[in-house]
């Protein structure tokens, strides 16, 4: 057998791969397959909460990692990213391919769907070329047994000559079963016999001369076959990644660079380009996938995709497809926002009966005055702040929006928008990055990696801060509740609702209007090759997506905005307290923000709140209230009238108003967003551009709003 | 044999059989990826609200593609159903 983990030692695998092994008995499983076929649910089931989910190095793709024991072995569960291909077209797919390839994992199981066996063959084969060490996971049985769909594991097995265990990963049927056969093929105790796709005979002839030499070079390291068909194909980086992780440059091998002085005559001599050659091999794997599934699957039924199709006809159809679309979503705002009210509340008390429980403390121990204050009012109440008002609505969100996306329904929202994304020259996709800012505008900067191109990726991180988030939606709200709706009587819920909408569209316009702009300007191109695929309807499994929302998103979310917070508490304390020449620090900084303020409808209080409010922008309002009463900590006024009157006793006209939403909804994002965009971009450029596209252009919306008003004498 | 239109052209509810593809590189590699080889069996489903993209059968899945990539594959329009 080849390199083990073992031999190249711990260090290298841990280097390369961030794989953390326990000890050199751990086994490695590298867990691949196509997108929608239910990998992660495998994986999620195997390993429970035993995760850990990281980048791999250098790349911004997700590196989920898990642990678990089967009948005394330990295994470490490598979740590679989900892609219809090894051939290396995006990152996605060199991830999977370095470490299926180079990280040599003990085995790597392929997980397929079993109502679309033949599409998923093909990465099977491509697989198969790289390792033998592969057990096929045919997973979705359950979904294939509803649409009358057949499969012949058995026969599947002895065609592919690897172990093929079907599985319904949802009810964890047949994992066992899974897990035997990783054991059987990682240990070496069943050698498997993995079957060779035979190319046609120009591919062949091509093979025969280059592949001796390959092997002669890089000995038993990596199947020669498979390094001999990327160089027939022309891939010349599979050199440099052959470099990296071997130590070798095969090129330096005279032999083999003789031999690829003849692949290229060979190819000459018969005119046969670069792409005819692929096209030749793909097309030999797909027939091939073909072949294996005429004689493994029965299709009882040829209509067992009616009901998906009649599902589509009314959730993407011309007529009913955007206004349910906008329904759903509003639902869920709706939802979201009524749900969050008690628990918020419920959350607020508990953390300031903690916070009596520490003053008293503080008392006992007799600390000073100012330590108090720093620590407790200012640190401490900040925290709890953003705990209370974050932690509620995305509990709430998040798994409601998992339940959309289990169900099937995200990428029809990306079908029905995208050509509005195509005139503004970028992704589909990102309608659904769009989507998960509503959330956490983080988390929809996370959500970004599912656009493949770099350029249009970038075009939806800078953009995403224009969709409100759950941090801004209170402002939002509670604005357009006082000053908007205020004297609609009962129709005021109704209205301010309105206005609510009306901002969350004029984000929506204006992110298409930026994304356009930025692939005029900095961001030049044509929008990408766009392929999406809509897989079938599935059944939600709604208690684990609340587990695993809550614990991969919120929690996650949540910890990265406290760490941001609590500090932040901190800095605006010794703002509030610090007092020259009688004034403290955030009125000192007020008076000076105040001319500019002015200009943009807003007073230096406003605009100060917005600036301290960058660590989190749920405590914008209550930093204002703070410093309009000078108390010196923040407080929340619990109703909505006593609000009013601070504010408009502070000189607030209903344009003052108008002007801070639209400042609350352009500006820079806060630091878990940018924090975000950093780590995501691996570049402080990117991070600046999204700080200053949304904040200019807030400044001139609201420029052009309060002059406008102010000229017609609206005020 | 009939003559070959672009892949968007072809109306919903009707079926084409793959006969060249037009693009190169990359973006070839992909279509070749999603398994559109020479023969394939491609059935229009339908139109997104405005208009593109457009859903299509492809080897079993459902894939929705621009009218840039559509227009690169060429298909043989396929007189009877199914």
């Not at chain 1, 898990?66 to 569960?77: A, P, S």
């Not at chain 1, 077209?89 to 679309?116: H, K, L, Q, W, Y």
């Not at chain 1, 790289?130 to 979904?143: A, G, M, P, R, S």
């Not at chain 2, 339908?46 to 298909?75: C, F, H, N, T, W």
């Amino acid at each position: 057998m080849g390199l083990t983990h073992q031999s190249t030692g711990l260090g290298a695998m841990k280097e390369m791969f961030q794989v953390q092994l326990n000890s050199s008995n751990d086994l490695v499983i590298a867990l691949a397959g196509n997108p929608n076929t239910g990998k992660s649910t495998v994986f999620n089931t195997l390993t429970g909460l035993n995760q850990h989910t990281g980048n791999w190095p250098g790349k911004t793709v997700t590196n989920a990692q898990g642990k678990y024991t089967h009948k005394g072995n330990n295994y470490i569960l490598v979740d590679l990213p989900g892609t219809y291909s090894l051939l290396a077209n995006s990152i996605d797919e060199e991830v999977a391919r370095d470490f299926i390839c180079f990280g040599r994992p003990d085995a790597t199981v392929v997980v397929t769907d079993a109502t679309s066996l033949e599409r998923n063959l093909n990465m099977v084969f491509q697989v198969m070329e790289i390792t033998d060490n592969v057990v096929v996971c045919v997973n979705l049985l359950d979904e294939a047994r509803r649409k009358n769909i057949h499969i012949d594991l058995e026969k599947l097995s002895k065609l592919l000559g690897v172990p093929v265990i079907g599985t319904n990963a949802r009810v964890g049927v047949g994992l066992n079963e899974l897990q035997d056969a990783v054991y059987s093929v990682a240990s070496g105790e069943v050698k498997t016999n993995s079957i060779e796709i035979r190319y046609d005979e120009v591919v062949e002839d091509l093979l025969r001369m280059l592949e001796p030499n390959i092997r002669e070079s890089i000995k038993d390291k990596i199947k020669s076959r498979w390094v001999a068909l990327r160089l027939i194909e022309g891939d010349i980086t599979i050199l440099d990644t052959l470099k990296n992780y071997l130590g070798t440059d095969i090129r330096e091998d005279n032999t083999v660079s003789a031999a690829l002085t003849r692949v290229a005559q060979y190819l000459d001599k018969r005119q046969i380009g670069k792409d005819e050659l692929r096209d030749r091999m793909v097309t030999r794997i797909i027939k091939f996938s073909e072949e294996i599934r005429e004689k493994t699957v029965i299709f009882e039924n040829q209509q067992y995709n009616q009901l998906d199709r009649k599902i589509d006809n009314i959730l993407t159809s011309r007529f009913t497809g955007i206004p349910i679309m906008i329904t759903l979503l509003g639902l869920v705002f709706w939802i979201t926002i009524q749900g969050a009210n008690y628990p918020s509340q419920a959350l607020a008390m508990g953390l300031f009966w903690i916070e009596e429980r520490l003053t008293d403390f503080f008392v006992w121990a007799g600390w000073p005055d100012w330590l108090y204050g720093a620590l407790v009012l200012g640190m401490y109440r900040t925290l709890a702040w953003v705990v209370a008002v974050m932690l509620p609505p995305m509990a709430i969100f998040f798994p409601l929006f998992t339940i959309l996306e289990d169900l099937g329904y995200l990428p029809r929202v990306a079908f029905n928008l995208d050509n509005f994304f195509k005139k503004a020259c970028a992704c589909g996709k990102q309608a659904l990055t769009m989507c998960m800012g509503f959330g956490c505008n983080a988390a929809g900067v996370i959500a970004c990696r599912i656009i493949d191109s770099p350029r249009e990726r970038l075009i939806a991180t800078i953009t995403n801060n224009f969709v409100p988030c759950n941090g801004r939606f209170p402002t939002l709200i509670a604005l357009a509740m006082i000053f908007i709706a205020g004297t609609a009587g009962k129709y005021q819920t109704l209205i301010a609702a309105l206005a609510i909408v009306a901002i969350i569209v004029l984000g929506i316009v204006i992110t298409l209007i930026v994304s356009r702009v930025l692939s005029q300007t900095i961001l030049k191109g044509l929008p990408s090759s766009f392929t999406l695929e809509l897989p079938p309807y599935r059944k939600p499994q709604v208690g684990r997506i609340i587990l695993h929302s809550i614990y991969d998103r919120t929690l996650f979310v949540l910890a990265r905005a406290a760490m941001v917070a609590a500090p932040a508490g901190l800095i605006i304390w010794i703002l509030a307290n610090f007092h020259i020449g009688g004034i403290s620090l955030i009125q000192y900084g007020a008076n000076i923000l105040d001319p500019l303020a002015y200009y943009l409808g807003l007073d230096g209080f406003i605009l100060m709140a917005f600036i301290l409010g960058f660590p989190a922008n749920e405590i914008v309002i209550p930093i204002l209230i703070m410093t309009y009463l000078a108390t010196g900590h923040m407080i929340e006024l619990d109703n909505l009238e006593a609000l009013r009157e601070l504010f408009v006793s502070n000189g607030w006209t209903w344009l003052t108003a108008v002007c801070t939403m639209l400042f609350c909804l352009n500006h820079f994002p806060c630091g878990t967003t940018m924090l975000t965009i950093y780590k995501e971009t691996q570049s402080k450029k990117w991070p600046l551009i999204a700080f200053f596209v949304p904040t200019i252009t807030g400044m001139i919306l609201c420029f052009v709003v309060a002059q406008t008003v102010r000229f017609l004498g609206l005020v | 044999m009939g003559s070959l239109i672009p892949l968007h052209h072809l109306s919903p509810g009707s079926f084409g059989k793959v006969r060249k593809l037009t693009a190169q590189g990359n973006e070839r590699r992909r279509m070749l990826d999603l398994g559109l080889i020479y023969d394939t069996k491609v059935e229009s489903l339908r139109k997104s609200p405005s208009g593109d993209p457009v859903a299509y059968e492809i080897r079993g899945a459902v894939i929705a593609l621009r009218s840039e990539e559509a227009s690169q594959i060429l298909v043989e329009l396929l007189r009877t159903d199914r």
